[in-house]
């Protein structure tokens, strides 16, 4: 009898047992066969732009301090931002310079087209080598990724456009492997341009003239494309260039040909889109590249409009400087002649350049003009009256005089502008810039003041197709 009873128990544990495997698969049967959760739209906010004096903006890179980096392939310059907007620094004298990164450390790796080379540096712009067999490495090094997390953490990643190949350098920047090839089939490129990781180690690459978005493992395997290409690159892709992505799990890929960026989720699902073509506040023209900072604000490089436009994504912070309006008389220059014709009746000292600053939102006995400078160049006092509506445009300024000849070497020849920046009694930040034209010296009379300078649009814009 005993026997019995515990056959029947062990018969009933064994029932109880199957039935909870029975019902375990079940579950996991049904959570596999629910399909994901739809990436929801972000809240686009429209905050500002940059303009630096840029000729051809190319890429945009943000590092864990929240400074933004923007190179320029054609001034073969980098500017460098804080995340409160103040210009910091300036890296001159680069080749083409393209894609651009910065890893945890602080790292700066930079895509020179010039060389096809990525050339690194610390973070005080002191070079530290480059990746691979240096010069001649990339026939053009594009656009750059190093993931932070996931298992290619640290690891370098490099569009080589012209070769339609992705390159993977270890941190120490010697070459681990490389995939892709030219052609149409999956897992080939024809220009590939943007990359992006997200946290498994998926590698979304942007294969610009196939009008897709491809998609690898970590070690370099065809997983899946979305997109297509129509006869007039129509499709849900046309054109793209850069890519990033956000913690929510959206792409977000800079569609150069129809002057967009166009929001998806990990499997190409569209999901909304941030701006419209134009010229406007908040509107780009061949968009590039772009960017997501630690303050969830999206940087978009777009060369067509030569400036950086700002947008807020759902909830964001806005750290920011105090924007100043910044007037200079004269605006425009020879370089070997201090000679200018005054306008308006406005008497100007030939030796000196008059600034007018007006910071939104303070009033003029707040500045501090000794903190004030023009390109580095420190402002002066004006002899004689110093805070008055100078121009007539009904808001007071505090008026000031900088070095002429100390502010024209900061400038190029011809288009450039002027970086002003200072402070106010209570120790906020400000800053304000004001383009300029400084004409090549060696010939002709004074320049007149506002004389036109023409718009030379006729620029290359490097990183787009072949």
Known sequence: MQMHSRCARMLLVGFALSLSSIVQSFLCAANAALPALPASAPIVTPLRSYRDGYVAPSAIATDSAGRVYITDSALGKIFVRDEFGRLVSVKSGLSRPLGIAVDAAGRIFVGEAGTGSVSVFL?????????????????????????????????VLVSDSRADLIKIYSPGGSLIRQFGGSG???????????????????????????NRIQVFSP?????????????????????????????????????????????????????????????????????TSLTIDRNNRLFVVSPG????????????????????????????????????????????????????????????????????????????????????????????????????RRLVATLPDGKGVVLVKGSLADGQSFEGSVAVYVAPGGGGGPVPVGASVGSGSGQELEGGSR
């Open 184 to 210: 149409t089939a999956v897992g080939l490129f024809n220009f590939p341009s943007g990359i992006f990781v997200n946290a498994d180690g998926e590698i979304f690459v942007a294969d610009q003239n196939n």
């Open 123 to 155: 973070p005080d712009w002191s070079p530290l080598g480059k990746l691979g067999q240096g010069a001649g490495e990339f026939q053009m090094p594009n656009h750059l990724a190093i993931p932070t997390s996931g298992p290619l953490a640290g690891m």
């Open 305 to 404: 409009n030569t400036r950086v436009e700002i947008f807020g994504l759902d909830a964001f912070s806005d750290p920011k400087g105090l924007p100043a309006v910044i007037k200079l008389l004269p605006s425009t220059f020879e370089r070997n002649s201090i000679g200018v014709v005054p306008a308006g009746g406005f008497s100007i000292n030939p030796n000196v350049v008059v600034g007018l600053v007006r910071v939104v939102g303070a009033a003029p006995e707040m500045i501090l003009l000794e903190s004030i400078t023009a390109n580095g160049v420190p402002a002066r006092h004006f002899k004689g009256i110093e805070i008055s509506d100078f121009d007539g445009d009904g808001n007071a300024e505090l008026r000031m005089t900088f070095d002429r």
């Open 219 to 287: 070690v370099g395997g065809f997983l899946r494309s979305f997109g297509r290409s129509t006869l007039m690159g129509l499709g849900p892709f046309s054109r793209t260039q850069g890519l990033t992505g956000d913690s929510s799990g959206r792409i977000f890929v800079a569609d150069a040909f129809q002057g967009t960026v166009k929001v998806i989720d990990g499997q190409g699902n569209a999901v909304s889109t941030v701006a419209r073509f134009g010229e406007g506040p908040g509107e780009l023209r061949t968009p």
